[in-house]
């Protein structure tokens, strides 16, 4: 019997080890994939204009032909004239907006999106799957056809005026219109749904309101797939463009995104792409330290305990 | 089904409560409705504080001397406050005034192209400048605060001092009424490889063509095409470039295939656009260019950046893919080669670069040309044409009698002489004004030197007086200015003979003049690519017929 | 769910609701109702006008080849990339599952792709597929296979296509890792514990339970993946800019075909015919969410 169970066990161990140095290879190997894109950035942001334009491209640069100045330069000030003293590419000013309207927005999206998420995973009321199959319809149409008519919206509530739009405006502006995605109330009812009926009818055995079990049960159950949404729906402010643009009457309100489109380009309209990725990947890191930081919230198993599977 | 037939009802309903558009109206062509009332303006100068928004797309790093302009106006009129802000690019500049012209908000003033403004035209939103620029008006500065206190502003402008395809660019609007002023202009000119020219200086001279003993060619008298395909057989090896013959893969590279459409076009007599939008492409004249231009790309003569699949050829000039390239005067220095560049890459080395008069089919205006098509010879009249591009200023409508005076006179600030030699020497663009030419003001180029137009343009004169051969030190900081110097000069030379491009706006049938000129520079591409690949569907007419399909419908 | 509450329901819905309302629903109608205008002017003085009403735009648009184009090119990417993408992330996914060390540097690279600028991603690929000096020619060539023209002026169709699945795959990747990595934290280990005493294979379990449990993600990602690539566009400008192809338009796509009229003819005239484009859009969409509920509601388990 002893033998044989070490016999087993060896062919266990060989079996994992083998299935082991698979698995990481086959995972180095996407990874590798998907670092190229992201290590061409910061290659980019250490170019000169002449070696980013170099063919056949040049792949590896020692320490010594860094350019820094791309990175150095977006902290210069100006030096003369009214805006003396003011930074010439205004980094942190667009970093606070950007934060700024990031949070507002997931805020109001978690919200809207825990309510809409709970009606539809555990309510029952007419019209349930019509409404939802129109939600998810309204996914697909391409946003730019509702810029015209949401510009207007805005006008209308007073929070686009040229000469007097305060920051709450403009703040006002760039994020109300964005605190709803229906993706995420897709998403967030997928795993509302997977948490026993069972629960539901033991706390209303014991007199727990809807919304009491929302926040005390549901809310800390979904919490990985909570957390996801908030951490995608924060990039969101990042790569937002047209509408900032749009609404926003001084350039002290605009994000980031806007900056990196505008203030690179020359006045034939080619871009200095070597300053322009410096000012990505510095907008990235702070991206990848909010992960880095609650990734441990998103994959931690939720409690094992009253999950149906 | 029901419900999706509720669905259907509810919409319906819901489209009755929509927008606010007045429908049955006929849509009438109502460009221009201003009244032609003459301007009243009042009979002291206005002392109420005014606010003035000015739109414009400069990066931060580019505004500082806007910024001291701003400071030094609002010093001599104490009373106004200019408020400028960037609006990033030139779609989201236009975008958010054509939006804003429904809800009344508009800037004062903002930067923006023809076409931009034939737009804002129809929705009468722009202030005709006429009244301003006709008007005899003077006013005595009394504010002790100001400036220029006891001195005396007048109204009116003196146009004979533009350059005058400027003035009839920003006239060009129905009833032929001023509804901008230029303000940041560019042109063509073509980079030249003068090491490749002067390794071929007695089959060049033999050709008739004028080269200098250190292979420069003329500045004032551009080439024809003629001499063009002379210098191809001289220069081009279709096999690749070789440095040991001196020959490059191409001869001649046209950074912007919009702009050689419209420029050729022009030059062939071809009509293209009008004022009232109508694409005109769809004549013989136009198709012969467009085979003629198909033989050039095919022995090499013609390139475009997509053979390197590229967006400008101004790399490939430097590796010496290409002898000659044309493009804007603002990418003057991105065809230099330098240290900075990966020196394998360079195939002639770092090699001395010239600046001349992009290439015409005529020598003189109305003269006739001969080319030769698939084997035929063609005789046409031709014209001289170079393009002219760059953004323009316009003043709206909506503001008040007084916010328009000064914005009037701000922007008549932005473009006197002297501000206007400063930007062009800061920026790159060239002066609007023929006066800027001799302007005596100064300008910081850097913290070490300061120069005025007159001496910049001194730069490249010297230079190729000397024919290349000048005895200023390494340090010597007129070799940073040299090549801008050298386009500024050819610019200069081409200034007669500018062409703007008809401006439109999209009508409900067909598209507007920026879309027009993007389809143009598609419509060239499709026939290079046809060059390149045998099973491609491009030809001349097929890739006519695209752009005429994407144009109307 | 034994009784139905309506009134709480839409309590909890309000917000949601109200905010769509206003910013999705009243801009939508309004985009119906100009879609069938004719000759809207927007920008008349004195108000927007219109001559009456038409399907005009309607007819047109299905009468130009370049919007067939488009709906060509937009269905062959959506239909091979989302399969080939969800089968791709949940392997990923598994087999992140499985490793017991160094799991946290994989699932921050896996992540990358989300935060990494857009301009970079597109520049990093256009040197990837570089006919000459791309990565994926120096892959192919070890394998002896002669170098593609993949996104160089004269590329195929096939090429081209190949490269934007290429990219549109890449590009979801980190979203769909990420849903699934989490959706698996949710599989109660217990189901993996009674696998591993039956002695099953990995295959088997990877079939018979992670998939089946993982079902309602899967449907997730299946319908949202395949919407988002109905709506491909920014990967289409990221590989070729605006001439939407190796050739003029050859990649165009149902949304680049709308943007083309709404931003390249810059004007709000054309606004009617990208709006009547959108709406088309909008019932293809329509069409597909009811085929995918219908067929969804058998295979998912809850």
């Known amino acids: 019997m002893a033998e044989i169970f070490v016999e087993n066990e060896k062919a266990y161990k060989r079996r994992r080890l083998i299935s082991n140095i698979v698995t990481f290879g086959f995972l180095s190997l996407v990874a590798i994939g998907i670092l190229i894109p992201f290590y061409w950035m910061i290659l980019t942001s250490l170019k000169s204009i002449q070696e980013i334009e170099s063919v056949p491209p040049i792949l590896w640069l020692n320490f010594s032909d860094w350019k820094i100045t791309n990175y150095t330069d977006l902290f210069l000030t100006v030096q003369s004239g009214e805006r003396a003293g003011e930074p010439l590419f205004p980094f942190f000013t667009y970093m606070k907006n950007t934060v700024l309207i990031s949070f507002l927005t997931t805020l109001g999206t978690i919200i809207t999106t825990i309510l809409a998420a709970f009606a539809f995973a555990r309510l029952n009321f007419k019209g349930k799957d019509t409404l939802f199959a129109v939600l998810l319809a309204t996914m697909m149409v391409p946003g730019e056809i509702f810029i015209l008519t949401n510009f207007l919206t805005i006008n209308q509530f007073g929070w686009y005026d040229i000469l007097t739009q305060t920051y709450t405006e403009a703040v006002l502006a760039m994020t109300i219109p964005f605190m709803i995605s229906v993706f995420y109330v897709f998403y967030l009812r997928q795993t509302f749904r997977k948490i026993p009926d069972e629960l539901y009818f033991a706390a209303k055995v014991d007199g727990t309101s809807d919304f009491k079990y929302l926040l005390k049960i549901m809310i800390p159950i979904a919490m990985p797939t909570i957390v996801t949404i908030i951490i995608l729906n924060s990039m969101g402010a990042w790569s937002a463009y047209i509408w900032p643009a749009m609404v926003t009457t001084q350039d002290k309100y605009r994000l980031v995104s806007n900056g990196l489109r505008g203030a690179f380009t020359d006045t034939t309209g080619r871009t200095d792409y070597g300053q322009q990725m410096a000012a990505a990947t510095l907008v990235t890191v702070p991206l990848i330290i909010l992960f880095f930081t609650f990734r441990k919230q998103i994959m931690r198993g939720v409690g094992r305990s009253g999950i149906k599977g | 089904m029901k419900k999706f037939v509720l669905l259907l009802v509810t919409f319906v309903i819901a489209l009755a409560f929509a927008g606010c558009v007045n429908v049955g109206t006929t849509a009438s062509t109502t460009a221009g409705t201003q009244e032609t009332t003459t301007l009243q303006l009042a009979e002291e100068l206005p002392d109420e504080e005014v606010e003035i928004t000015f739109w414009h797309i400069y990066g931060t790093d580019k505004t500082a001397l806007l910024d001291q302009m701003i400071a030094e106006f609002e010093a001599m009129y104490p009373n106004v406050t200019i408020t400028d802000t960037s609006q990033t690019d030139y779609n989201t500049l236009r975008e958010k005034i054509n939006m804003g012209i429904s809800v009344d908000q508009v800037p004062t003033m903002a930067l923006g192209y023809p076409d931009h403004f034939a737009g804002y035209i129809e929705a009468d939103a722009v202030l005709k400048l006429d009244d301003y620029i006709n008007n005899t008006t003077e006013y005595e500065i009394t504010n002790s605060s100001s400036s220029i206190f006891g001195e005396t502003v007048t109204i009116g402008l003196d146009l004979d001092d533009f350059v005058a395809s400027y003035l009839e660019e920003n006239s060009q609007y129905e009833g032929g009424y001023y509804y901008s002023l230029p303000f940041s202009k560019s042109t063509e000119t073509m980079a030249v490889n003068v090491d490749v020219l002067k390794a071929h200086l007695t089959e060049i001279r033999a050709a008739g063509i004028t080269i200098s003993d250190n292979g420069f060619l003329s500045h004032d008298v551009p080439l024809t095409y003629a001499q063009i395909e002379a210098l191809a057989d001289i220069i081009v090896d279709t096999n690749g470039t070789n440095t040991t013959t001196s020959k490059c893969e191409y001869l001649l590279n046209y950074d912007s295939s919009g702009n050689m459409f419209i420029n050729m076009s022009r030059q062939w007599n071809a009509p293209y656009t009008n004022t009232d939008g109508e694409i005109l492409i769809d004549n013989d004249t136009t198709k012969s260019m467009l085979q003629y231009v198909q033989d050039l790309f095919l022995n090499n003569t013609l390139a475009l950046p997509i053979a390197w699949d590229q967006s400008y050829g101004s790399t490939n000039f430097k590796y010496g893919d290409v002898c000659m390239s044309v493009g804007s005067t603002a990418g003057v220095n991105y065809n230099i080669p330098t240290d900075a560049d990966t020196q394998e890459n360079l195939q002639f080395g770092q090699f001395q670069v010239d600046f001349v008069p992009v290439p015409q089919f005529v020598a003189t205006e109305g003269d006739s040309f001969t080319v030769s098509i698939d084997g035929t010879d063609s005789t046409f009249t031709g014209s001289l044409s170079a393009v002219q591009q760059g953004p323009n200023i316009g003043i709206f409508s909506s503001a008040s009698s007084a916010e328009k005076l000064y914005a009037w006179l701000f922007l008549k600030y932005l473009i006197e002489t002297d501000n206007t030699a400063k930007w062009a020497m800061n920026t790159g663009y060239l002066p609007a004004r023929l006066s800027s030419y001799s302007s005596e003001a100064a300008i910081d180029l850097t913290a070490s030197y300061s120069t005025n137009y007159a001496d910049f343009l001194q730069i490249a004169k010297d230079f190729w007086d000397a024919d290349g051969e000048v005895t200023w030190a390494t340090t010597d900081v007129r070799w940073n200015y040299l090549y801008s110097s050298m386009v500024a000069n050819i610019a200069q030379s081409q200034n007669t003979y500018y062409q703007y491009d008809p401006a439109f706006a999209a009508g409900t049938n067909s598209a507007g003049s920026a879309t027009a000129r993007v389809e143009a520079g598609y419509c060239l591409e499709n026939i290079y690519i046809g060059t390149l690949a045998s099973g491609s569907s491009y030809n001349p007419n097929t890739a006519l017929n695209t752009m005429l399909n994407q144009l109307t419908w | ?302």
């Open chain 3, 1 to 302: 769910m034994e009784k139905r509450n309506n009134l709480k329901a839409w309590l909890y819905l309000a917000p949601l609701l109200i905010l769509m309302g206003i910013f999705i629903f009243y801009p939508l109608i309004n985009a119906f109702y100009i879609s069938i205008l004719e000759e809207y002017r927007p920008l008349a003085p004195g108000g927007a006008t219109a001559t009456g009403y038409t399907l005009s735009n309607f007819a047109r648009i299905l009468n130009d080849e370049l919007f067939w184009q488009a709906i060509k090119n937009t269905f062959v990417v959506a239909f091979i990339s989302v399969p080939i993408s969800i089968l791709i992330s949940l392997v990923i996914a598994v087999s992140l599952n499985s490793i017991p060390k160094l799991k946290a540097l994989y699932q921050t690279v896996f992540f990358l792709p989300y935060v990494t600028n857009a301009i970079a991603i597109g520049m990093a690929f256009a040197f990837m597929f570089h006919k000459d000096y791309g990565l994926i020619n120096l892959m192919l060539s070890w394998l002896g296979i002669d170098p593609v023209n993949w996104v160089g002026n004269v590329a195929t169709w096939w090429a081209q296509m190949g490269a934007l699945l290429v990219y549109t795959i890449w590009g979801g990747l980190a979203f769909k890792i990420l849903v699934f990595t989490s959706g698996l934290q949710n599989i109660d280990k217990q189901y993996y514990d009674a696998a591993k005493i039956d002695s099953a294979s990995k295959w088997t379990v990877f079939r018979r339970i992670t998939v089946p449990l993982l079902s309602p993600f899967i449907l997730y990602i299946s319908i949202t993946s395949m919407i988002g690539a109905l709506k491909a566009y920014r990967t289409v400008i990221g590989l070729f800019g605006e001439r939407l192809g190796a050739q003029q338009n050859s990649m165009i796509t149902i949304v680049a075909y709308v943007y083309k009229y709404r931003s390249a003819y810059q004007d709000v005239s054309a606004i009617s015919y990208a709006a009547s484009a959108a709406i088309i859009l909008f019932f293809i969409t329509v069409v597909f969410s009811l085929i995918q509920g219908v067929v969804s509601r058998k295979r998912v388990h809850y």
